[in-house]
């Protein structure tokens, strides 16, 4: 069973603060990874994709990558409070898996 | 707003019924996606189409039929619904299959 693992959370962040987000996955065929944000009763958003070993880096977001340690990370940086939210990390080759997301509260 | 439009928004049906979900996208992508979520779970793949040809069907009952008209458009047929079926449908696209997909506002489906 491919499996896509994340903690549920809460996360909470006073704001202004770096949010990390972790997730581990099971299928080492895996080649592209996502990071997606859902606010509650909204569909899933793209915030980050990232395919090779490293770090890749978009305005407040940084994704890391090591496929050795089957483990993909988002960090957030300056956290706001409108990044509250449910982040959901997929990887995959042919087709996605989802974690079960995490949620994460940034309070004033 | 997004660029994948999903249609109705909310739907609410009996067990008897058949209606249709429909999807469509103009940026050329060629990867088209189905997902079925329930509250507080993450999106569960249902179909891919891949240049408008079925790739994957992750073994989704007969009662859900997928449909790619061409490749802007993507529909879900549904007949003789449980109420268990009740969820968010997710339509998704992405350039190629294994790249960035982008998702629709989804479909709200209560089934009575």
């Known amino acids: 069973q491919k499996e896509v693992e994340q903690n549920s959370g809460p996360l909470s962040v006073p704001e202004g603060a770096i949010a990390s987000l972790n997730c581990t996955y099971s299928?080492?065929?895996?080649?592209?990874f996502f990071w997606y944000r859902q606010y509650s009763g909204k569909s899933p958003e793209l915030i980050m994709f990232i395919y090779s070993n490293g770090d890749k880096e978009d305005g407040r977001f940084t994704a890391q990558l090591n496929k050795a340690s089957q483990y993909v990370s988002l960090l957030i940086r300056d956290s706001q409070p409108s990044d509250s939210a449910t982040y959901l990390c997929a990887a995959g080759r042919y087709k996605l898996i989802f974690g079960t997301g995490t949620r994460l509260q940034v309070f004033p | 707003d997004t660029e994948v439009t999903q249609t109705p928004k909310h739907l609410v049906m009996g067990m008897t019924n058949k209606k249709s979900l429909k999807c469509e996208q103009h940026m050329g992508h060629r990867a088209m996606y189905w997902y079925k979520q329930k509250a507080k779970k993450p999106p569960e793949l249902m179909f891919v189409?891949?240049?408008?040809?079925?790739?994957i069907n992750e073994s989704v009952p007969s009662r859900f039929s997928p449909e790619c008209p061409n490749s802007s458009l993507l529909n879900l047929h549904l007949h003789a619904l449980q109420p268990e079926d009740s969820a968010l449908y997710l339509c998704?696209?992405?350039?190629?299959?294994?790249?960035?997909?982008?998702f629709g506002d989804g479909t709200r489906l209560s089934i009575l």
């Open positions: 299928d080492r065929g895996s080649q592209s």
């Open positions: 998704a696209s992405s350039q190629e299959n294994n790249q960035p997909q982008h």
């Open positions: 189409y891949s240049y408008e040809k079925l790739s």
